[in-house]
């Protein structure tokens, strides 16, 4: 096939209209045919415009696809508009043409079945397989074709195919198609005339998103990664995309290398095993194809003054060489000529390295090239070849790990040929595994190796670099979206450790398996996602959900409100600095601060803090204090449903802590040292209190007294309508954790490494316990146990009351997400990008869903989804089991992320009550718990008086110890009580209860008004 401008037209659809008209067309000229049609970028107005223009009717518009019947004469016209990128049909899900057994192994192996069970099929991707030759009939991806490129006799038909060759762009193709069958395809072959520079300026004409390459070129070039191919290719990511190339087949055989030692007359001992070690035995016969050794050795490119002389000798033993190669570059080529040679198949031949003005400390890489081969000692280690060796972090050099058991490697074994780094240079060269030996179409049909289980399979890392192409085909496809940068991160993260017990765990350092096998699904995030909206920058703030939208703030100076049920923005507001703070959304006005830091930063700071790894300050914010403001230091009311500004009130510091609102006031904390009071309908600072650091730490209100830490080490109770200070309590480190009060007892984190319990209304410390990193992560407290993460990896569970271990678990990465409980569940972000939810009983992992970078921001829950934002730039919607909500401290008190519950009683600051029961067998425990906010009595009723209350938690409340005749149960407080969170257990006698339910009411009162709720006790 020729090369020709792009079509704009789907394969299938091509089918049925002709470049010609309709002359010829499958269909009657005036059947309208149903069609999705895709503007070029930034043109979507005008292509709805031009729709218009043929007088066709708009039936949808989704996700980019403009949905219309179009009938078949206008199909070509409408092509024709410059704003209209692509034209396809509308059609249900099918399967592929070919036979399962023909499908790629490592569908199944990198889960890419479940995101094709998903609808993530690299919709909307346009892909590059760059190769030799190709069947462009194969039913697995000619539809997917829109254009390729190289002489038309590398492209063959049906009826130009001969029926017995294999096409090893063909195989490649195939997976690519398995991988993303709906992406389109650019097929390119790298034979012909044109150089690789003007190969990839005919490929970018396309403007494809990626590229896969299962070719290596010639190590003729230089290996340090500044060789031609490797440059053109870094012009090629540039442009937005991602490269992935096979690493190389020479690890077993094809490739020696070793530190130059001089035997004493300034030749190179290859191995001491040789019967004569400076001479290497070699075997070659360029009679039909180039026979080559490629000498290399790590010297400046710049200089020349590490020069050696490479020789080649008939025998070992002969005094004059038939070659003699010294050039001015640290390479030497050994190509013997037929004449040379002489005929007569493989010969074997002697290599001799003599030093001649080099210092002798170069290391030595050897290659062969066409008809030669190595006859001595090989090494696996540094035998990557080009364009494997590029620097680019966008070329992703791919290696090969054994798919199935089928064959002489074990499953998820890697590919003794599989090439290795390092690089010359001292890079760790691999970046990624993927699947190899897989089956694919049958030799006779298309071109292809044929299934497994007719012993065929395509092998190499040549199998493994396209199922790598189709995975960036899934990442860039209108289904996920990735950017490049996040696509790239997520195929090296998701990476995981293989079977084979020679290749350690992944790793940056892993020269073998670079990050890891790749694991699609996980790249992709796409298990029980409901949808992600990307900003520009990290999402550290915490998401608000209130009345069907969540409210964050992003690294790249916006407030953003999100439609919870579709996902997309209602509005956003500039705030002119960063927004690390957690918005708070109360009577009608998010509340939310905003600002960051100069250049000007404190090394010092930044070790001692450190928290873990992130990007900029992601995982851990107050590693960055000692820098000074530059921008708006600003606290924020906006309009919840216009994002309009109401007031700003500056500060004279950044702004991270997130404002709580209480009674008709603000209070919210600034790095300028200060505590502020605001009015929140004008902005008007009502007091400001005076800390001797920064304050990070974002307020929580309980029972008129404002609770706050410093980065002066202390933790402050001030008084919330005169900001005098009640108590303070000094500690080791820094407090940039948020305090939590519950039940008359504040819980609060330090860099000093422990979580404190303190007695709110004096300052006491009641206990205090010790992790072996810092505390940034704010805690939640719900049924008497305390949650919290530390930056030693670990999220915890203490008792309430007396600071014992509950359980812990390992993340494994320190972080600072602060946990949400919701339905028996706790839930918390990693700096390992995971979302974790874990059993509140145990901490055993019972759900976790993956990002594509680290989570500082809190989770939210509301309705059984839940709100988080990530380092990825976005936030993040995702199912969780039920219907739960966040419930707990954290949530009661207002503060880092919350939902309805809060955003209704901070109004009205009037009672309110919810509850819940259990579901039990008769004889057995039922526990009920309450969270309520503003009483001052909370009354249970409807208990049976047989029912026996073996443990109660009422906080600091005065209960009733017996259940009254009536079956009342009585908690009160001398004056209302801001938030409380009690609970009891009750059992129950076998006889005489029947299975059903039993509806226990809960009252909650504060002078002249009571909210109720119930709770259900199911017996069965």
Request: charge should be negative; proline fraction near 4%; include cysteine.
């Amino acid at each position: 096939m020729s090369e020709s401008n792009p079509s704009k037209i789907a394969g299938g659809l091509a089918q049925k209209v002709t470049d010609s008209g309709l002359e010829g067309a499958k269909v009657d000229a005036e059947e309208k045919l149903p069609l999705y049609v895709r503007a070029e970028p930034g043109q979507v107005e005008d292509v709805k415009d031009a729709i218009e223009d043929h007088r066709i009717d708009i039936r949808s518009e989704d996700a980019g696809y403009i949905g219309v019947d179009v009938p078949a004469k206008k199909v070509l016209n409408l092509a024709n508009e410059k704003s209209v990128r692509h034209l396809q049909e509308r059609s249900a899900p099918k399967a592929h043409a070919v036979a399962d057994k023909y499908i790629s192994e490592g569908i199944e192996v990198m889960n890419t079945d479940t995101l094709q069970n998903e609808g993530i099929t690299g919709d909307g991707a346009r892909i590059a397989i760059i190769d030799h030759t190709f069947h462009t009939g194969n039913p697995k991806y000619a539809d997917q074709i829109i254009a390729t490129i190289g002489p038309d006799s590398q492209f063959t038909s049906d009826s130009e195919y001969d029926g017995t060759s294999k096409q090893h762009g063909t195989a490649c193709a195939e997976i690519v198609a398995d991988i993303a069958p709906d992406a389109e395809l650019i097929l390119a072959s790298a034979l012909g005339p044109r150089t690789p520079s003007e190969l990839f300026d005919a490929i970018e004409t396309y403007d494809p998103d990626g590229a896969t390459m299962s070719l290596g070129y010639s190590t003729s070039l230089r290996i340090d990664g500044e060789d031609p191919i490797s440059s053109r290719i870094d012009e090629f990511t540039d442009g937005g995309r991602l490269f992935a190339n096979s690493a190389g087949n020479e690890a077993d055989g094809g490739h020696w290398d070793g530190q130059f030692e001089n035997n004493g007359e300034n030749l190179l001992v290859f191995d001491t095993s040789l019967s004569t070690p400076t001479r290497y035995p070699v075997q070659m016969d360029p009679m039909y194809t180039p026979a080559e050794i490629h000498i290399h050795w790590d010297a400046d490119w710049a200089q020349d003054n590490q020069r050696y002389e490479a020789r080649l000798y008939e025998t070992e033993d002969a005094t004059d060489p038939i070659i003699t190669q010294q050039t001015y570059d640290p390479i030497e080529i050994v190509s013997l000529s037929p004449s040379q040679h002489g005929g007569g198949g493989l010969s074997t031949y002697y290599l001799e390295i003599e030093k001649i003005n080099a210092t002798g400390d170069e290391h030595f890489d050897m290659f062969y090239w066409g008809r030669a081969f190595f006859d001595g000692p090989t090494t696996a280690s540094r035998s990557i070849g080009i364009p494997a060796t590029s620097p680019d972090e966008n070329l992703l050099a791919v290696a090969a790990v054994q798919a199935t058991s089928t064959g002489i490697t074990d499953k998820e074994n890697l590919k003794p040929y599989s090439s290795r780094g390092p690089t010359q240079d001292g890079r760790r060269g691999i970046d990624i595994a993927g699947p190899s030996m897989v089956s694919t179409t049958a030799v006779g049909e298309y071109g292809g190796y044929g299934a497994l289980e007719d012993d065929g399979g395509f092998n190499g890392t040549s199998a493994a670099s396209p199922h790598i192409g189709g995975a960036i085909g899934l990442l860039f496809g209108d289904q996920v979206n990735a950017s490049v940068a996040t696509a790239r991160e997520k195929l090296t993260v998701s990476g995981h450790s293989i079977s084979d017990s020679a290749v350690v765990d992944p790793s940056e350092f892993n020269t073998r398996i670079g990050w890891g096998y790749l694991d699609a699904e996980a790249a992709a995030f796409t298990k029980d996602r409901r949808w992600r909206y990307e900003t520009n920058h990290w999402v550290s703030s915490s998401p608000t959900v209130v009345n069907g939208t969540a409210y964050a703030g992003s690294a790249d100076e916006k407030v953003y409100a999100i439609d919870t049920e579709t996902g997309s923005q209602e509005w956003e507001f500039d705030a002119g600095a960063r927004v690390f703070s957690s918005p708070t959304v109360v009577g009608g006005n998010v509340y939310v601060g905003a600002g960051h830091w100069s250049t000007t930063t404190s090394d010092s700071a930044q070790v001692e803090e450190s928290a873990g790894d992130g990007p900029e300050g992601a995982t851990n914010i107050e590693q960055q204090t000692t820098q000074e403001s530059s921008a708006e230091t600003m606290v924020y009311a906006l309009d919840a449903d216009t994002g309009d500004k109401q007031w700003g009130f500056s500060t004279g510091g950044i702004v991270q802590s997130s404002p709580t609102v209480y009674d008709g006031t603000v209070y919210v904390g600034s790095f300028d040292n200060h505590l502020y009071a605001l009015d929140t309908a004008t902005g008007n600072k009502e007091w400001e209190f005076s800390t001797d650091g920064e304050v990070r730490s974002s307020p929580t209100v309980a029972n008129g007294t404002v609770y706050i830490g410093s980065n002066d080490n202390s933790i402050y109770a001030i008084d919330a309508a005169s900001g005098e200070k009640n108590w303070e309590v000094p500690t080791g480190g820094r407090v940039g954790s948020s305090p939590t009060v519950v039940n008359g007892t504040a819980y609060v984190g330090s860099s000093d490494n422990y979580l404190y319990s303190i007695d709110a209304a004096n300052g006491d410390v009641l206990w205090r316990f010790e992790t072996s990193g810092m505390i940034w992560s704010s805690s939640t407290v719900a049924n008497g146990t305390v949650y919290f993460q530390s930056s030693d990896g670990y999220v915890y569970a203490v008792d309430a009351t007396n600071g014992d271990l509950v359980w812990s678990f390992n993340i494994g990465v320190g972080g600072e997400s602060s946990p949400t409980v919701a339905g028996g569940t706790v839930y918390v972000g990693g700096a390992d990008n995971k979302i974790y939810g874990l059993d509140v009983t145990d901490g055993s992992i019972v759900w976790e869903a993956v990002t594509y970078d680290v989570l500082v921001s809190a989770p939210t829950v509301v309705d059984g989804t839940l709100y988080v934002g990530s380092a990825d730039n976005a936030l993040y919607a995702v199912r969780i089991d039920g219907n739960d909500l966040s419930d707990g401290s954290r949530v009661e008190l207002g503060s880092l992320g919350h939902n309805r519950i809060w955003a209704n009683a901070a109004v009205s600051r009037s009672p309110s009550v919810s509850a819940s029961g259990a579901s039990i067998t008769r004889g057995g425990q039922a526990d009920i718990t309450v969270s309520a906010h503003d009483v001052e009595q909370i009354v249970f009723e409807k208990l049976w008086t047989d029912w026996k209350i073996v443990s109660e938690n009422p906080g600091d409340g005065s209960p009733d110890s017996q259940l009254s005749q009536e079956g009342r149960y009585e908690l009160t407080w001398p004056e209302p009580i801001d938030s409380a969170s009690p609970s009891i257990t009750v059992e129950l006698p076998d006889p005489p209860y029947v299975g059903g339910t039993y509806e226990v009411t809960i009252t909650g009162t504060s002078s002249d008004t009571s909210v109720t709720d119930t709770a259900l006790i199911q017996i069965k």
